[in-house]
């Protein structure tokens, strides 16, 4: 796994092994795709973890996922290639509480935003910034950057004053809010999914001000004047329950009359 870009610290811990050492109540399971390359890897880092806490991992929980309430889920949204490439998503978030561990890893991006949205209420106005609150904090996390590295190959004005590693947990903003409103502005309002209250980008948003180059810009994108949005009859039909689609009667566009 790659170096993390950020970590937060909670409160509480997680038990891998007991004091003293013996037998572990450590399980894993898988929360979506799996191959065996995964889980070969999976059983390496589970002997590898019960050796570096001290304990003995059981066997069964070493060669048999448990089928509930695993201390460890891993969540991999698709399989990886091959051979790696330069463009393979290694970005993943590891979130630990005293109850368990889950491990999230290549969610795809614009399904982050669906579930941001899925968690508003229907037909209600949101402030745009809330909803990035939820895309930042609440999972499945929005991830634009593939690592680290990446993040310091970004910049503003200048690659190396400006490089947004050394912005740290603030180039969220830039990186994932950005992305975010694009795919709201772009994607879910063009499809009329959502409704948007849109002013003048100038000067709009202010979270890129602080970073090194932020003064030289009034606004980063066009997509900066998305204040505020509502999920609509149609958005909230595709969100939560599709199957009511064929009754909603909603307008479909006409197929124009072909001139002779």
Known sequence: MPVPSSITRGEGAFTVTPAGGGPSTFTYNYGQTHDARLEAAVRRDVVRLGRTCGGEVLRSAIDHPSPTQASLLINVAGPGETVQTID?????QLQVTGQGATLTAATK?????QEGLAALQPGEWTDVDD???ILRTQPPRLV???SL???WRLYLVDSYYG???YAGREAWAVVEGRYA???LFEYAATLGLIDVGYVDPDGARGDYRSLWGGDHYAFLSRYDGLSYLRVNELG???LHDPGVLPVLALPVPRRPLSKH
């Open 149 to 151: 590295m990446a993040q």
């Open 181 to 183: 409103l694009c795919v």
């Open 88 to 92: 393979e998503d290694e970005s993943y």
């Open 163 to 165: 490089s947004l590693g």
């Open 144 to 146: 634009a950057v593939r």
């Open 236 to 238: 909230t039909a595709i």
């Open 131 to 133: 909803l990035l609150w």
């Open 109 to 113: 991006r614009r399904a982050a935003v």
